[in-house]
Nanobody, 127 residues
Framework: QVQLVESGGGLVQAGGSLRLSCTGS????????MGWFRQAPGKEREFVAF????????SYANSVKGRFTISRDNAKNTMYLQMNSLKPEDTAVYYC????????????????????WGQGIQVTVSS
């Protein structure tokens, strides 16, 4: 199991940008497909974005498509979520997640697809 730690959250005004990072422990980070999820107050956790182990497959929730970009740097054991044009409805606790899937080109988006999770980080967008 890879250990995951998120960073980069905080408070930003609507229209602003933030970049979240998710750093994984161990030497097998590149064998994990990764995802970002979020949970707003009173709501269920929802899928935000996905990136395959090699970075060549990505997908996004419709609500963030065109505004958020997921990427990874396997040499640094780190995944990123660049969030632009933020809206108050993006306010949530953001979680990174990992699924051991070396050489897989599959696209994962369900919570049950991922076995390792970070502790979550707060993102607050003020209007």
């Amino acid at each position: 199991q890879v250990q995951l730690v998120e960073s980069g959250g905080g408070l930003v005004q609507a229209g602003g940008s933030l970049r979240l990072s998710c750093t994984g422990s161990g030497r097998t980070f590149s064998r994990y497909s990764m995802g970002w999820f979020r949970q707003a107050p009173g709501k269920e956790r929802e899928f935000v974005a996905f990136i395959s182990w090699g970075g060549d497959v990505t997908s996004y929730a419709n609500s963030v498509k065109g505004r958020f970009t997921i990427s990874r740097d396997n040499a640094k054991n780190t995944m990123y979520l660049q969030m632009n044009s933020l809206k108050p409805e993006d306010t949530a606790v953001y979680y990174c997640a990992a699924r051991y899937s070396p050489y897989s080109a599959s696209n994962y988006y369900r919570e049950s697809d991922f076995g390792s999770w970070g502790q979550g980080i707060q993102v607050t967008v003020s209007s």
